[in-house]
């Protein structure tokens, strides 16, 4: 079964800097991972899928990048209502399972 | 527009079986790459996936539940059922359905349900 790390645990940073999120696969998985937000009180959000595309609706600010088993996610120049939970998502075709990883919690240094 | 929303009881006892209907628009389960999937997540932890239903009326479960869960699309169309037998305190966590895409991509997810169990 794949496990999905998560680093940092928590970053503090200002709006207007430059979030970096990782996310490490214990087995390698393409390029079959998601990324999403979820603020308090509310449902994940979608934010990119298949590593680097960007779902409906989500500013440019947000980047996914990577592949095989280490991927990245960006946000740049912080804006105040991206701090939240960050959750990567991989999909694995044997056995047919799906993981999340243990959340980066993004908060306002 | 896609929505999904997810029902059932807010408490169930110890031991007792839940079970969690999720009611979709927008979308036909029947159409190829379409699936529902059960998430849940217990109060300040992350999220764990549960189960997974799709176009083909495939289904499949998380290894470590997979003995006490049962996916299954009701008898309408537009309505997916997770059952979870012998509950436990443990298992106390909001529970979401959300569309998935090819087993890919969750989007959207419904607004969630507090399940608590407890006697």
């Known amino acids: 079964e794949i496990v999905l790390t998560q680093s940092p645990d928590t970053l503090s940073l200002s709006p207007g800097e430059t979030a970096t999120l990782s996310c490490r696969a214990s087995?390698?998985?393409?390029?079959?991972l998601a990324w999403y937000q979820q603020k308090p009180g509310q449902s994940p959000r979608l934010l990119v899928y298949?590593?680097?595309n960007r779902a409906t609706g989500i500013p440019a600010r947000f980047s996914g990048s990577g592949s095989g088993t280490d991927f990245t996610l960006t946000i740049s120049s912080l804006e105040p209502e991206d701090f939240a939970v960050y959750y990567c998502?991989?999909?694995?075709?044997?056995?047919?399972?799906?993981?999340f990883g243990q959340g980066t919690r993004l908060d306002i240094k | 527009q896609v929505t999904l929303r997810e029902s059932g009881p807010a408490l169930v006892k110890p031991t007792q079986t839940l079970t969690l209907t999720c009611t979709f628009s927008?979308?036909?389960?029947?159409?190829?790459?379409?699936?529902v999937s059960w998430v849940r997540q217990p109060p300040g932890k992350a999220l764990e996936w549960l189960a997974l239903?799709?176009?083909?009326?495939?289904?499949f479960y998380s290894s470590s539940l997979m003995t006490r869960l049962t996916i299954s699309k009701a008898a309408s169309k537009d309505q997916v059922v997770l059952t979870m037998t012998d509950m436990d305190p443990l298992d106390t966590a909001t529970y979401y359905c959300?569309?998935?895409?090819?087993?890919?991509?969750?989007?959207?997810w419904g607004q969630g349900i507090l399940v608590t169990v407890s006697s």
């Open positions: 087995q390698y998985i393409s390029s079959y």
């Open positions: 298949d590593a680097s």
């Open positions: 959300a569309r998935t895409y090819y087993h890919r991509k969750f989007d959207p």
């Open positions: 239903i799709d176009w083909d009326d495939d289904k």
């Open positions: 998502q991989e999909r694995s075709t044997w056995p047919p399972a799906v993981t």
């Open positions: 927008g979308f036909s389960l029947s159409t190829a790459g379409m699936c």
